[in-house]
């Protein structure tokens, strides 16, 4: 790791008022990307400004029609809560399904949006539940917000305080990990809103990130159910190709844990 | 340099150490617990695991400056005295380890996870809640073992308390 | 037995240090004034090395010395070398390419070292590492076997025309041929051995400290056998003479083959101890792991076997093209040759068996024994084999396996082996009942019905384990006697000390060669210290690999023990009063036998050594010593029997059983013995479903961490089950053969031949991930 100074601050506005004094700062949530990314020395933040500690950016609220997660909330809180296991228990199981144990005691929601890694979980939900994403400057909707991949609508500077989720109706996330790293090979969300509107959204799969799949979405949206998608055929163009999983594997897994993520939501 | 003030295993530490030291070195190399390891470089092996605020964390993974204010438990304070924690026992019982590197991270993370599942273990959930801790020796088999057996010991020992 | 002795599955005596966060690594030891080591290692896979600009490292802060290749040269280092010679079919000798610690002038794999920082803090060495200006001349790289060897390949090194190190061979064509010529059925088989990594969890570890008034050198380092890497130092690296070099290897976090060997950093961070003046620590992140970790494995083999009407073998053929990276590793030309050809007779009676095996250099990180070491890659082609073979001929793998196993022994197999004894049919038969086999249909007929693809293979292998006698491996081209030593201390108060020359990096020495004391002795295993990993404290000894600790280092414990007891016996029949012929040993007395005279250890120990009335002429002291050279090698052998499902959805594998049943001959300590199975079970399944270590075309590690490179985790593996058939070894006195590398040499055929009997489809390579299984069952490639 390359020479850095830290800071942390108790307030969002005393961390945006540090983000603007440093050369190249960089906010550090949970720290489970950048740090490992800092330790390779792929990262050089002149200046690391902590976010954890900051109480008004940690917490799950859950109400009747969403579920609000804090940016600095860690995943096994998000996992363990019970009021949120209840109404978007989808969203619970993600977030169990992140990293490993010791990872989900530290990453944060807020984190992993920023970060924004094409294999991350949390852009899935984001995506399908038609989430917004509250910053200190503004609100932004899910469909505005995933840029490709590691690039957000985020301005510089612009730190995420809360994600809001609507409830819907059913919801669902299955993960194919990948072999090695844990990452999602490919996760697929999927969610129907109490208005009956589909949303399927998967990530690990596309080289321009997380991605809505519109067959799947047409094929629910007629259908409900896992057997809706044994017609569908995604291709395999624009998708991922790598050692452990190759375009036309990942586009079959779009399909297979869509169908699975529909059996879980029921 | 910043001078971090923390608690480790109970006792009130301070040390000056640049900002980008990491947790694990502040561990090993200021405080000389060098029972926590370092296996690798990417925050997967699982071999630096410590308690933060009574939760596993990898110690590579966290800026030392990130734990100040904290409580930080190693392997080197579970047990009481001469007195082993009931997973470390567990480990030696059911040949839990071999070479021993893993074994301190592998331990951290087990109590951790007895904690938060208490009693409802079963091989499974041990097995996949073992991911973040990988050993080369063992074949986790009978660190599976040992997982399961101190959760019924802690059990046991929470019920005398 | 003892409650402590031999057969007893007591705790073990080294745990408490472990557990409780008080194991000594090498980086945990500090010496006052240390300094650390960074290398400056090529980003490229070829390349010349044209020149090195250290100046402005020189300036960083904490900076003591930028070290280069050619400073190495100019001292008068020596190169790296391999320590066994062999031969090519055409007589000639294999062809070495030099390689020294720091490349001088060409670099031939991504991560070889050019240079060295020394500095005052491991953050001041990596910043200025980052900052010594290195120009390249990029060449052509070439890192697959196959390429490596056509017309117009890069070429390595100018010593080894055509890239090859040796073109050699074991067996009779002509008898081969023959066999084929009369066969009913031949069965073909093409295949690779996937490379791997071997990834012991402690990384590779160096603390070297020069005493320049005594002109002596201490060396903490990770290793499997100190006394060789001292030897080697000495001998061939020119580092110091061996009285002024001490080699300690403290508590190891596991080798698996890949801490057998010297490496350039220990040497350079002796070396440069010596021109700085100080201490220097180096310890290697996972990443240089990955880059400079001797790998393992990595053949690829086309085999024919041929079959008469009955379904006999008569003959097997095989080619084999092993791939040693860019320099030949310290033991690497054994590999793929006499630990891997010898083997090719398996369990089964092979009339006629010709094997020809060519060792060829790429630009990858050198290649040499990882945990099995050419046997894993002999009996993986032997039982695909044998399975391909079942399918085809339309017979039961076992059966087939069955109707061809040697029964008599001992059996002289056509490729060196002499295989003393063993009951493969008692292994098979036990590991069949243990998974319920006859059962099997039925339960692949109710997966069918739950949309899973069940299959069921098995592998019986057979190994060689305390790879001895050291003449036979003289003349075979060793550059090593394999003998191992023990001392054997019992101090004034009765308590014993044994010195041995094996190294436990968590082989559990300190427990069960304690309870080969306390089974001879008496007495209990808390009054026994195991003392290895020393070089000043023990003698000489050859280390641990191969599986040898135990039948061979074990073998000289006992014949040091007998010593001991011998003069013990003397000792207490000259103060009982009694000959020596009526003395006998139980629970740690010396007694008269039909007598109650007897005499505590302790007090003839203390008898010893105070020679105040010891028999006339005899030393005082009570301490022995013996080196042990076995006759043989010893053969484990066993059966595995998998049976998994495979996700017709995702490709994905998943175990529903695996069963072992393993013939180590006596078990000293059974709970120790399982454990080393679990491990190499995990290794061999390792193997089979998720590890591959893959170089792009241009010589770049693509899996250069946990990231990429799939480790076996808790998740990917199942609880085994374990049993044991027994058949004692004749060729050491414990009857033991050494039970650390079975489970990798035999469980990754028996993964690979249930998946491919779950899909149908034989053609399938390693590591099956589920990418690649998916491809396989929708017919795709992949």
């Known amino acids: 790791m390359y020479s850095t100074t830290y800071h942390r601050p108790s307030s969002v506005d005393e961390a945006v008022a540090l983000f603007g004094k440093g050369k190249e700062a960089k906010y550090l949530a949970g720290g489970q990307t950048l740090i490992p990314v800092m330790k390779q020395r792929l990262a050089s933040p002149s200046d690391v400004i902590d976010l954890a500690r900051i109480k008004e950016l940690v917490g799950v609220d859950v109400g009747g029609d969403t579920v609000t997660i804090k940016a600095a909330t860690p995943h096994y809180d998000v996992a363990s809560n019970a009021a949120l296991q209840k109404a978007l228990p989808a969203l619970a199981h993600l977030a169990s399904q992140i990293g490993d144990p010791a990872v989900r005691h530290r990453g944060t929601i807020g984190g992993s949006l920023a970060n924004n890694d094409p294999a991350a979980d949390y852009p899935s939900a984001v995506l399908a539940l038609g989430a917004t994403i509250k910053t200190n400057k503004r609100s932004i909707a899910a469909d505005d917000f995933f840029k490709g991949l590691f690039a957000t609508a985020l301005e510089d500077g612009e730190i995420i305080t809360a994600v809001v989720f609507p409830v819907p109706a059913k919801a669902g996330y299955a993960k194919f990990p990948h072999p090695a790293s844990r990452f999602a090979l490919t996760g697929v969300f999927v969610a129907k809103t109490k208005s009956g509107d589909v949303r399927v959204a998967a990530t690990g799969a596309s080289q321009s990130g997380v991605m809505r799949v519109a067959a799947i979405e047409t094929a629910l949206k007629a259908n409900w159910s896992p057997g809706a998608l044994a017609n569908v055929t995604i291709p395999a163009s624009g998708l991922m190709s790598d050692l452990h999983g190759s375009a036309d594997y990942r586009a079959n897994l779009i399909k297979v844990m869509a169908e699975r993520a529909v059996t879980a939501a029921g | ?161 | 037995m003892g409650v402590e002795g031999i057969g007893a599955s007591v705790v073990r005596k080294e745990d408490k240090r472990f557990i409780t966060g008080k194991g000594r690594y090498v980086d945990d030891i500090k010496l006052v004034g240390m300094t650390f080591a960074q290398f400056v290692r090529s980003p490229h896979a070829h390349a010349k090395v044209k020149g090195i600009d250290s100046s402005e490292a020189m300036k960083m802060p904490g900076v003591i010395a930028v070290l280069t290749g050619q400073q190495l040269v100019d001292d008068k280092v020596g190169n790296l070398i391999c320590g066994w010679a062999i031969t090519s079919k055409d007589g000639s000798p294999m062809k070495m390419g030099a390689w020294p610690a720091m490349a001088p002038e060409t670099v031939r794999f991504v991560g070889q070292a050019v240079a060295v920082v020394i500095a005052e803090t491991k953050n001041q060495a990596r910043d200025a590492a980052e900052a010594v200006v290195v120009t390249y001349e990029e060449l052509p790289a070439v890192p697959d076997v196959r390429a490596a060897i056509k017309p117009g390949a890069p070429q390595l090194h100018p010593e080894a025309p055509g890239n090859v190190v040796y073109d050699w061979a074991l067996g009779d064509e002509a008898a081969v041929n023959a066999a084929f010529a009369k066969a009913a059925n031949v069965v073909s088989l093409e295949l690779a051995n996937n490379r791997l990594v071997p990834n012991a969890m402690e990384p590779r570890s160096a603390i070297a400290d020069y005493d320049a008034a005594e002109e002596h050198f201490t060396l903490y380092t990770t290793s499997q056998n100190p006394h060789v890497a001292r030897l080697v130092l000495s001998a061939f690296y020119n580092i110091a003479p061996e009285h002024k070099l001490r080699v300690i290897a403290p508590d190891v976090g596991g080798g698996f083959g890949s801490k057998i060997y010297i490496y350039p950093e220990e040497m350079v961070c002796l070396w440069a101890s010596k021109k700085t003046g100080r201490p220097i620590k180096w310890t290697g992140d996972r990443s240089e792991s990955f880059l400079t970790d001797a790998h393992g494995r990595d053949h690829v083999s086309k085999a024919e076997m041929a079959f008469d009407k009955d379904n006999k073998i008569l003959g097997l053929r095989v080619k084999t093209h092993a791939n040693f990276g860019a320099y030949m590793s310290l033991f690497s030309s054994a590999v793929p040759t006499y630990l891997y050809a010898t083997l090719l007779s398996g369990q089964y009676v092979i009339p006629a068996i010709y094997a020809e095996v060519m060792g060829v250099y790429t630009n990858t990180v050198p290649v040499d024994a990882y945990r099995g070491a050419g046997r894993p890659e002999a009996s993986y082609l032997l039982e695909r084999m044998m399975e391909t073979a079942a399918r085809q001929l339309k017979v039961d793998p076992t059966e087939l396996r069955k109707k061809n196993f040697i029964t008599q022994f001992p059996y002289q197999t056509p490729v060196i082996m002499a295989y003393d004894a063993g009951d493969f049919h008692a292994s098979l038969d036990a590991a069949k009942k243990a998974i319920d086999y006859e059962g099997f249909p039925a339960r692949k007929a109710k997966a069918k019905t739950e949309g899973k693809l069940r299959g069921i293979g098995v592998s019986c292998y057979i190994e060689a384990c305390g790879i001895a006698p050291s003449k036979a491996v003289g003349s075979l081209g060793a550059g090593v006697g394999l003998w191992e030593s023990a001392e054997i201390r019992v101090n004034p108060v009765g308590t014993i000390e044994v010195l041995t020359g094996a190294h436990s990096h968590g082989q559990s020495h300190e427990t069960t060669f304690a309870q080969l004391i306390s089974e001879r002795l008496g007495v209990p295993i808390s009054q026994v210290s195991i003392v290895h990993g020393d070089t000043d404290k023990v003698q000489f000894g050859m280390g641990t690999y191969g599986s040898r600790s135990l039948a061979v280092g074990g073998s000289a414990i006992v014949k040091a023990m007998e010593k001991v007891e011998s003069k013990a016996k003397k000792i207490a029949a000259h103060l009982l009063e009694a000959s020596e012929g009526d003395i006998v040993i139980e629970n740690g007395e010396f007694k008269v036998t039909g007598t109650d005279k007897s005499l505590a250890l302790p007090m003839v120990a203390l008898a010893a050594y105070t020679a105040h009335n010891l028999p006339e002429g005899m030393e005082p002291g009570l301490k022995e010593t013996a080196f042990y050279d076995p006759t043989n090698f010893t053969f484990p052998a066993g059966a595995y029997i998998c049976e998994l499902e495979v996700d017709p959805g995702t490709g994905k594998t998943t175990f529903v059983n695996f069963v072992a049943a393993d013939d180590f001959g006596r078990l000293i300590n059974p709970m120790v013995v399982e454990g080393q199975v679990h491990g190499g079970l995990a290794q061999g399944i390792g193997q089979a479903l998720l590890e591959g270590a893959v170089y792009d075309e241009n010589g770049q590690l693509v899996t250069a961490s946990f990231m990429d490179y799939t480790m076996p985790r808790a998740d990917d593996l199942p609880s085994f089950k374990l049993s044991h058939t027994t058949t004692l070894c004749p060729g050491n006195p414990l009857g033991v053969k050494g039970c650390g590398e079975a489970g990798a040499i035999g469980a990754s055929a028996a993964v690979i031949n249930a998946i491919t009997d779950a899909i149908g489809n034989n053609k399938l390579e390693m590591p099956a991930t589920p990418d690649r299984v998916w491809h396989v069952i929708h017919g795709k490639a992949a």
Not at chain 2, 37 to 64: E, F, I, N, Y
Not at chain 2, 73 to 90: F, N, S, V
Not at chain 2, 103 to 111: D, F, L, N, R, V
């Open chain 2, 1 to 161: 340099m910043s001078t971090v003030k923390l608690t480790v295993n109970g006792r009130a530490v301070s040390a000056d150490v640049e900002d980008r030291t990491l947790l694990v070195h502040l561990l090993r190399d200021h405080l000389n617990l060098t029972g926590t390891h370092v296996g690798c470089d990417t925050s997967q092996c699982g071999a630096c695991t410590v308690h933060v605020d009574g939760r596993a964390v990898k110690s590579c993974t966290m800026l030392a400056a990130q734990a100040a204010g904290s409580s930080v438990t190693t392997i080197e304070g579970i047990a009481k005295g001469d007195e082993l924690h009931p997973m470390q026992a567990a480990f030696r019982d059911n040949h839990g380890l071999q070479c021993g590197f893993c074994t301190p991270g592998m331990i951290m993370s087990a109590i951790d996870i007895v904690h938060r599942y208490g009693g409802k273990l079963d091989e499974a959930t041990v097995r996949h809640e073992l991911e973040g801790n990988i050993c080369r020796c063992t074949g986790y088999h009978n660190i599976v073992k040992a997982v399961l057996d101190a959760a019924s010991r802690m059990k046991v020992a929470q019920a005398a308390e």
